[in-house]
């Protein structure tokens, strides 16, 4: 009991979040056994309360001022179920169940990228654990990434029920998805995004750092609306208006993420070139 004493109310909300993620793989490995279409999508489902608490419970600390040592390492550890492991088996479970088209490689060659995902994805946890990495920061965070490949996922799910909601539609993306939604092409993005995590050439400043609230206020607002569209799309207004909104908002919000990338990209560029005047 002493060491539940240790614990704050942030690291309850920490915990919650971690048994969301939790949630996420055990759901995911039930959609293998139970192969009903919403068992993956719920468990999609389950990691957006992962995410709400991972937000929640920074909220709770600085409201409260509650800092212990404890918790950080309980933060770093429910990051690694909920941001690196949980999505990397979601996406495998997806494939084991027929959700990617065959294509080079089999279908269980997704654990290829599964297993990048925690290699590179728990180096970066461990690495700003021990670290003194400054203000400002490098590589996509774990959340980040995972968020990249839940939207991933639930855009394309979505996208393949359009075929008989708005086959007109369906038929014009094929194509894309064809080229997006294969094996081979579902773990070498996993791979990449793993490698993204420790990647050197994605500076993100304090600038950036400081503002990261609205980005945190921006995927509060997708996992809410997030929720809403699933259970939309998978109840009773199962139209084609609910499926397209299950299908369109994941979509954006990679756009979104995308564009947070590039930021990375082109801000270590900046900064390099400020390094080499300052240097000459």
């Not at 933060?75 to 996406?91: C, E, K, M, N, Y």
């Not at 700003?128 to 590589?139: I, K, L, P, R, S």
């Not at 400081?210 to 139209?239: H, P, Q």
Request: hydrophobic share 55%.
């Amino acid at each position: 009991m002493s060491m539940l004493k240790e614990l704050m109310l942030k690291d309850y909300v920490t915990l919650t979040g971690t048994m969301f993620g939790t949630s996420v793989i055990v759901i995911a490995i039930l959609g293998l056994i139970y192969p009903e279409s919403w068992w993956i999508p719920f468990a999609a489902l389950m990691w957006a309360g992962a995410m709400g608490c991972d937000l929640f419970d920074g909220i709770v600390a600085r409201k409260l001022n509650q800092s212990n040592e404890i918790g950080k390492e309980i933060d770093s550890l429910s990051d690694a179920i909920s941001f690196v492991v949980a999505p990397g088996v979601l996406l495998l479970c997806a494939s084991l169940n027929g959700e990617f088209s065959v294509f080079l490689l089999p279908k269980e060659a997704v654990m290829i990228g599964a297993f990048a995902l925690v290699f590179f994805g728990i180096t970066r946890l461990a690495w700003f654990n021990v670290a003194n990495v400054g203000e400002g920061y490098t590589g996509i965070t774990t959340p980040m990434t995972a968020a990249f490949m839940i939207s991933f996922y639930l855009s394309h799910h979505y996208f393949m029920e359009l075929s008989i909601f708005l086959p007109d539609y369906y038929n014009a993306l094929l194509p894309i998805s064809n080229f997006f939604s294969n094996t081979l092409s579902i773990t070498l993005m996993m791979i990449i995004l793993g490698f993204l995590n420790v990647a050197t050439f994605l500076r993100f400043s304090k600038d950036v750092q400081k503002r990261r609230g609205i980005w945190k206020y921006l995927i509060i607002i997708f996992a809410i609306v997030l929720i809403i569209t699933i259970i939309i799309a998978r109840g009773f207004m199962g139209s084609s208006i609910s499926k397209f909104t299950a299908h369109f908002l994941p979509l954006s919000f990679i756009f979104c993420l995308l564009g947070y990338y590039i930021y990375g990209f082109y801000n270590y560029i900046r900064l390099r070139k400020t390094s080499q005047v300052s240097n000459n």
